[in-house]
């Protein structure tokens, strides 16, 4: 196996994309696709992180992310916790830090924290002593998904510079497209947002994109197309008329997919409203790579628990 | 009781003129400006203190129309007396209390209640600001007759504004009945719902949800229209925007009855100071970005904007050591005003007698009480500021009650150094903090 660099990663939080430089991404990459292999043991397990705690607080629901956090976790031989804020004090009024300060007098190694305020991580960060992973803030950042989509790319164009990345739908609000634009472009390639202007966050260029309201502009000569789940709730505040014309005017479709490159590939962060930002076809066709994305989220995340924890990395190998 | 202050420099901000002379005060009243001559023979004469305010400047006590004392209700924000030294520390001898306490200053009985409390306990003088509308709820005027009667100046749903159009007419017609003052917090909530910085670059990349600009420029608009409409005396609380700056000033040219103030931090700061998703730089409106922070100071020194108050808004940490979007909007302001004003006198955007307009002879004149000049005769409410004396801000040091100031660890220049209120000494800066 690939020797895994033990270089320093010198952060003792993940808290954004935006706090990471090349090297540091190229670094996650490279140790999640050493520990790719893990996963596909009879055994899947290794003694890295034994007697590391980690504590999964997710204070907004989710499936998905929880799940490959805590298989992540268990397949380098840590303990994990989980809680969520229905199960948590915080239902009785208990502030976020004072929540984290019991926690943190368990002694856990990292939190990882799912939270609808922006910023919550950062806040925690400050007030508490483990490391802290940001599974999610707000509409601010989600850095173990942009991960893993940079890890999903990498190993289908080798590369993860000068390609065209296509993203398209509600990017106001995704705290994926936000993670994903500032990896991506940290990386050397260029990414082209797409979607209702009343989806565009306000000066939306100053994130370094392109900005398009026309999705087959945005997806002309793509190498990647990132579509982005969008929240139907949105239709009530006006935000766009109907699902309908949602559909027809940024939904991806067979046709559409003839404007990318041939080998282009079509992401998801998940979870998918069939019909709506995808026609199922290309859901599930060749080019979809969205159940890739989900296998490489554990190997990422084991990446980023395996270097904020400083794991011996001889136990790794068989 | 005499007090002679010799060897300053007197600021006349009405008459907009400094003068090297000395300011004697007997029987808690201004008794005199003295020449050399006049200064050697009331010497003589053995005052009770001789004050040196060599380098010092002497001018009208500032006036703040725009404080948050959090009493009652609130206390453990803000007390009546807390708010007081604060603002006696400030430099300022006397506070417009905005009406958003628990419950609400909606009705004479809790007007009075503060005016009695504040003689007790206030080092200065505190005006309360009455609610416009019963629990600021935007539907039933209060009683303004017997509001003012009580002891309320001005009117203002502060926090809370006035929705609907035919209400806010009515209540700037309603006061011309007293030619009352109506205050108006801008703002169209419709816009700035979920807003918790401004709409800008920075909320784009920190991923909050923004407060766009037009969401204060409507509501000034409205509010103008209506007050042109009417004839009546509006003031615009803490202006933010460069388009409500260009409002109120084409307002003034064609002669509408609008004042309007703005608050330090929305010259002194952008929106990039949210950056780090720090709480004590959350606030409504939220702070701007440069091209707004020049408007702001063109305003200042072209007239349109009348005044600097502050929007003390203390909170406690329940309220900001949270999540960003959870957090109280609000920032205190008294203890650090006149070290952010003197620095737009460093930047000749204002002189010390423009300045000093903005802090006290404007807010005088807007809320028509006594102060603001150096009248033989009238009460001695006096501030000497020590334009030179540098300190660091040290929120944990504040008088006020909150802590949440984003100039904490600031180094800033000019200092008030002594306060006096009706002839009382009520504020003297602590030797200690001189040497920085």
């Known amino acids: 196996m690939q020797r895994l660099s033990m270089a320093s990663f010198k952060h003792k939080h993940l808290l954004g994309i935006r706090d990471l430089n090349a090297e540091e991404i190229t670094m996650i990459l490279d140790t999640a696709e050493s520990l790719k292999e893990i996963s596909s043991r009879d055994i899947k397990k290794v003694p890295t992180l034994r007697g590391k705690g980690v504590i999964n607080f997710f204070y907004e629901a989710s499936t998905r992310t929880r799940t490959s956090f805590e298989i992540a976790a268990k397949r380098l031989s840590a303990d994990t916790f989980s809680l969520s804020a229905s199960s948590s004090s915080m239902v009785k009024g208990e502030t976020l830090i004072d929540t984290a300060r019991n926690l943190e007098a368990m002694n856990p190694d ?209 | 009781m005499k007090l002679l202050i010799e060897n300053g420099l007197l600021v006349h901000p009405r008459e907009n003129r400094e003068e090297r002379a000395s300011l004697l005060i007997a029987e808690g009243r201004i008794a005199g400006i003295l020449n050399a001559e006049e200064t050697a023979a009331a010497k003589r004469s053995e005052p009770d203190q001789i004050i040196d305010a060599s380098g010092l400047i002497v001018a009208p006590g500032l006036i703040d129309m725009h404080t948050h004392l959090r009493e009652p209700g609130q206390e453990y924000k803000e007390t009546i007396q807390s708010g007081s030294r604060a603002a006696a520390a400030g430099g300022f001898t006397a506070v417009a209390c905005m009406p958003n306490t628990t419950p609400p200053n909606d009705n004479a009985s809790v007007t009075q209640s503060i005016i009695e409390k504040a003689r007790d306990v206030a080092l200065c003088r505190v005006y309360p600001v009455a609610c416009i509308t019963a629990g600021s709820k935007g539907e039933h005027l209060t009683e303004f007759g017997d509001l003012l009667q009580s002891g309320a100046i001005a009117f203002s749903d502060d926090g809370r504004p006035v929705e609907q159009s035919d209400v806010m007419r009515r209540a700037l ?71 409500a700056v260009e409002i109120i000033r084409e307002a003034k040219a064609r002669g509408v009855k609008v004042t309007a103030e703005t608050a330090p931090h929305y010259f002194s700061l952008t929106h990039e100071a949210v950056e780090g998703f720090d709480t004590d730089a959350k606030m409504n409106p939220p702070l701007r970005d440069d091209e707004d922070v020049e ?117 800033l220049t000019g200092v008030a150094v002594m306060t006096i209120c009706a002839g009382e000494i009520i504020w003297k800066v602590d030797e200690a903090f001189k040497p920085q």
């Open chain 1, 110 to 318: 990292i939190i990882v924290l799912r939270h609808s305020s922006a910023g919550a991580p950062h806040l925690l960060a400050r007030k508490i002593s483990p490391g802290v992973i940001n599974a999610g803030d707000g509409q601010h950042e989600h850095p173990t998904q942009a991960l893993l989509d940079m890890l999903t790319v990498r190993l289908h164009k080798n590369r993860l510079d000068g390609l065209k990345i296509a993203i398209i739908g509600d990017i106001a609000h995704s705290r994926v497209a936000r993670s994903n634009i500032l990896g991506f472009t940290k990386m050397g390639s260029q990414v082209t947002v797409a979607g209702p202007p009343t989806l565009m966050p306000a000066y939306a260029e100053s994130l370094g994109v392109t900005v398009t309201y026309n999705m087959d502009e945005a997806i002309k000569d793509a190498d990647i197309i990132m579509m982005l789940r969008v929240q139907l709730e949105r239709q009530k505040k006006a935000l766009f008329p109907s699902i309908r014309e949602y559909a027809a005017l940024y939904g991806l479709s067979p046709e559409r997919m003839k404007k990318a490159k041939e080998d282009a590939i079509v992401m998801h962060p998940g979870p998918i409203n069939r019909g709506v930002e995808l026609v199922p076809e290309v859901a599930d066709g060749k080019q979809s790579v969205i159940l890739d994305q989900v296998s490489n989220g554990v190997a990422v995340r084991m990446a980023v628990l395996y270097l904020l924890l400083g794991g011996d990395k001889s136990e790794i190998a068989d």
């Open chain 2, 173 to 243: 017609e309603y006061a011309k009945a007293f030619d009352a003052l109506i205050i108006s917090h801008a703002e169209d909530r419709a816009l700035s719902a979920g807003g918790v910085m401004h709409e800008g670059r920075v909320s784009t990349r920190l991923g909050l949800p923004g407060i766009p600009r037009s969401a204060e420029d409507i509501a000034v608009f409205r509010d103008v229209s209506l007050c042109e409409l009417t004839g009546s005396r509006l003031h615009i609380a803490h202006v933010s925007t460069k388009g």
């Open chain 2, 295 to 411: 408007a702001i100071k063109i305003g200042l020194k072209d007239g349109t904007i009348d005044a600097i108050a502050t929007d003390h808004a203390p909170h406690s940490e329940l309220e900001k050591k949270v999540e960003f979007d959870q957090a109280a909007f609000g920032i205190v302001g008294l203890e650090t005003s006149v070290g952010l004003t003197m620095e737009l006198a460093r930047q000749n955007i204002l002189s010390f007698s423009g300045a000093l307009q903005k802090l006290s002879s404007n807010p005088a004149k807007i809320l028509k009480i006594q102060g603001g000049t150096l009248e033989i005769g009238i009460p001695a409410d006096i501030t000497i500021i020590d334009p030179h004396l540098r300190r660091r801000v040290d929120a944990a040091r504040f008088e006020s009650k909150g802590k949440n100031s984003p100039f904490d660890g600031w180094m």
